[in-house]
């Protein structure tokens, strides 16, 4: 005798799309997530090196500037501005030389010169011309990053103005103010770095 076949069960077509649309929906929110966690992983990451670089490249500024020394009769800084810093200084070698270091921030880099000079041990110094501009960091989003004030306190460059050649003598004390923006922005905060520095030298005898 002949058994029937046993009724095979399966899915219907309406089951199977609604399962599809469903897998489609939760793989989207899985891509979704996933897309913005590698997005902020990359500014996060950024944001740690806008930082790292901003603060490297403003210690190194202070240290040099805190070093600041006449050239001869001429003071030691030789122009000054909220965009532009010239300077003499020593370096570290034993006999020291006589520095000429120039920062300098345009399109969102500060850029930094530097020419030393050919002779040690006192004036008169022969300082070649400066090098080429070496980038030190970017993404510089605020338009004024020097602040120079003569010793009672006195705002020497106003909105960013370049300083005076009769007030170049008299700044005693100078304010370094980085604004990076990370070029992803995804609610990341933009990164604030400061440096500010005492001339132990500013006019000359």
């Known amino acids: 005798m002949l058994t029937p076949a046993r009724a095979q069960d399966g899915f219907t077509l309406i089951e199977v799309l609604v399962t599809l649309t469903v897998l489609t929906v939760v793989v989207a929110a899985f891509s979704a997530v996933f897309q913005t966690t590698i997005t902020r992983s990359a500014t996060l990451t950024e944001h740690a090196a806008l930082e790292s670089e901003g603060r490297a490249a403003v210690d190194q500024l202070v240290s040099e500037l805190r070093q600041a020394a006449c050239n ?11 965009t532009t810093l010239t300077f003499y200084t020593p370096d570290r070698a034993t006999p020291y030389h006589l520095q000429e270091l120039s920062y300098t921030v345009s399109g969102g ?15 008169p110094w022969t300082i070649p011309a400066l090098s080429t501009a070496v980038h030190k960091v970017g993404s510089i989003s605020n338009a004024q990053v020097f602040d120079f004030e003569d010793a009672s306190g006195n705002d020497l460059s106003p909105g960013g103005a370049a300083v005076t050649s009769t007030n170049l003598p008299n700044i005693a004390y100078a304010t370094v103010t980085l604004v990076l923006q990370p070029k992803a922005s995804h609610n990341v905060d933009q990164v604030f770095v400061q440096g500010s520095v005492d001339l132990r030298e500013s006019a000359c005898s």
Request: a positive charge; zero cysteines.
């Open 72 to 82: 001869g009769s001429t003071a030691p800084v030789v122009a000054a501005s909220g």
């Open 109 to 123: 880099w500060l850029s930094r010169q530097q020419a030393i000079s050919t002779n040690t041990g006192g004036p």
